[in-house]
């Protein structure tokens, strides 16, 4: 099976713009789930989406937001980026029943200048 | 909520010798809990799970861990450390609905 695909890897932004993030989880796999990693903060949980459906939520500002189609694929979008949105965007997908585990993708590393 | 913490922001052991890693963990109820290996620049890699049952628990690459639930703790051990060990461990824990808390992590360096 192929693993957990995000797309761009890197990305280079300019404060004030909008990004929109994209994942490809397992075949299977119906949860899909954001995270952000910072070297202060940690790794963070952003959303979950599961079936279309966002099912829960973070601590993170309405500037973040997400979606989830038909085929599981899920984007997520940062509008209005500051400086400290710079950070690796974690995508995770599992198949959603509580207690499975979370299968990552390698992420994309977003810069803010 | 649930929430994990991660007592050592860096280890350093020397290639051969055994680690354990720490993670305590706080929930309400059994958690799901997890142990994750990254390495610079990558996701997060499964090393072992525990849901229920059996308190030690096998995972890849040679690594275990042990539930202690009077202590709330998910150590993680391996006897013996390989230079490609190198690499940042997260600790987690999971509740319902993949609503996952991870510790802050804790680097390891390998000493030749």
């Known amino acids: 099976k192929a693993g957990v695909t995000q797309t761009p890897r890197y990305l280079i932004k300019t404060r004030g713009q909008q990004v929109t993030l994209s994942c490809s989880p397992i075949?299977?796999?119906?949860?899909v789930s954001w995270y952000q990693q910072t070297p202060g903060q940690g790794l963070q949980f952003l959303f979950e989406?599961?079936?279309?459906?966002?099912?829960n939520k973070g601590n993170f500002p309405g500037r973040f937001s997400g979606r989830q189609f038909s085929n599981s694929r899920s984007e997520m979008n940062v509008s209005t980026l500051e400086l400290g949105d710079s950070a690796l965007y974690l995508c995770?997908?599992?198949?959603?029943?509580?207690?499975?585990?979370?299968?990552f993708g390698p992420g994309t590393r977003l810069t803010v200048t | 909520a649930q929430s994990v913490t991660q007592p050592d922001i860096h280890i350093t052991v020397s290639e051969g010798a055994s680690l354990e890693l720490r993670c305590n963990y706080s929930?309400?109820?059994?958690?799901?809990l997890f142990w994750y290996v990254q390495s610079p620049g990558q996701g997060l890699q499964l090393l072992l799970k525990?849901?229920?049952?059996?308190?030690l628990v096998q995972g890849i690459k040679g690594f275990e861990a042990e539930f202690k639930r009077s202590q709330s703790s998910f150590n993680l051990r391996k006897p013996s450390v390989h230079w490609s060990d190198a690499a940042e461990y997260f600790c987690a824990v999971g509740a319902q609905r993949n609503d996952m808390r991870f510790g802050a992590g804790t680097r390891l360096t390998v000493k030749p």
């Open positions: 995770a997908s599992s198949l959603g029943t509580s207690g499975y585990e979370q299968y």
């Open positions: 075949s299977g796999h119906r949860s």
């Open positions: 525990y849901f229920s049952g059996d308190t």
């Open positions: 989406y599961f079936s279309e459906t966002q099912r």
């Open positions: 929930y309400g109820a059994t958690p799901y």
